[in-house]
């Protein structure tokens, strides 16, 4: 079992940075840990994760969007920049065993997850 804890997220205008922190309960070195949001009315989509040192992103935050990982701290960050209203949301923390997978295949389908956190609200204004 792992728990995860989002935290990072508040309301910042068009432009503006974020970064959002995940917590995990154990060592997470082994984990694939993605970044999925859910705007209203919308599917759950993946935005970035990470397995090892390999990275995926989805189109739409590819060179605004930086996911990187401190084991030491157990914490997985999203680094968000130029921020547009269209990446409002609620974002969620995800982690899975599961690195044999391809972090592109797994990052695509929020199926592929076992343990999420409660997630951390994003607003972006125009």
């Known amino acids: 079992q792992v728990q995860l804890v989002e935290s990072g997220g508040g309301l910042v205008q068009a432009g503006g940075s974020l970064r959002l922190s995940c917590e995990a309960s154990k060592f997470i070195l082994n984990y694939n840990i993605g970044w999925f949001r859910q705007a209203p009315g919308k599917e759950r989509e993946g935005v970035s994760c990470?397995?090892?040192?390999?990275?995926y992103y989805a189109d739409s935050v590819k060179g605004r969007f930086t996911i990187s990982r401190d084991n030491a701290k157990n914490t997985v960050y999203l680094d968000m920049n130029n921020l547009k209203p269209e990446d409002t949301g609620l974002y969620y923390c995800?982690?899975?065993?599961?690195?044999?997978?391809?972090?592109?295949?797994?990052?695509?389908?929020?199926?592929?997850?076992?343990?999420w956190g409660q997630g951390t609200q994003v607003t972006v204004s125009s």
């Open positions: 995800a982690a899975d065993g599961d690195t044999n997978t391809p972090v592109q295949a797994m990052c695509r389908d929020r199926l592929w997850y076992d343990y």
């Open positions: 990470i397995s090892g040192s390999t990275t």
